[in-house]
């Protein structure tokens, strides 16, 4: 199963959870508003997400790091805001706790799109 690239971007996903965790609880314990600490999370996170995706998950070497790069921030940019939104609305209007709103966006925002997103537009595979 691990040959299979999905199976490593899912495993590389959880392992960017850490990060992104650790940055957005720090920055809610020094006081930073729950967008700000959801999205900057979500940029650590993802930094760490692109760097494992292209060398482990995909073994993306042929093309260049800006191209793939400028791609991947974009999806990124796009996913982050709605992001955002979403442990906003579970958090501030829902009143569930961060870490509980943050996975389920997670889930709702990040999982599939990304996934999908990343094999066919970031990381397409490669013709032989």
């Known amino acids: 199963m691990w040959n299979w690239w999905a199976a490593r971007s899912l495993a590389i ?3 960017s959870v850490a990060f992104d965790l650790a940055t957005g609880l720090t920055l809610l314990w020094l006081g930073a508003p729950t ?3 959801a999205m900057s999370g979500n940029a650590v996170g993802s930094t760490f997400t692109y760097f ?4 482990f998950a995909f073994r993306d070497h042929a093309e260049p790091v800006a191209k793939s790069g400028l791609k991947f921030f974009l999806m990124q940019a796009m996913l982050a805001v709605v992001h955002g939104q ?3 609305w ?3 209007g829902q009143g569930l706790p961060y870490v509980l709103a943050k996975l389920l966006a997670d889930v709702l925002v990040v999982t599939g799109p990304q996934l999908l997103l990343m094999r066919f537009v970031i990381f397409p595979k490669q013709a032989k």
């Open 35 to 37: 967008r700000v600490a």
């Open 52 to 55: 494992a995706n292209r060398h």
């Open 86 to 88: 979403v442990v906003v």
């Open 90 to 92: 579970l958090r501030d």
């Open 13 to 15: 996903g959880a392992g």
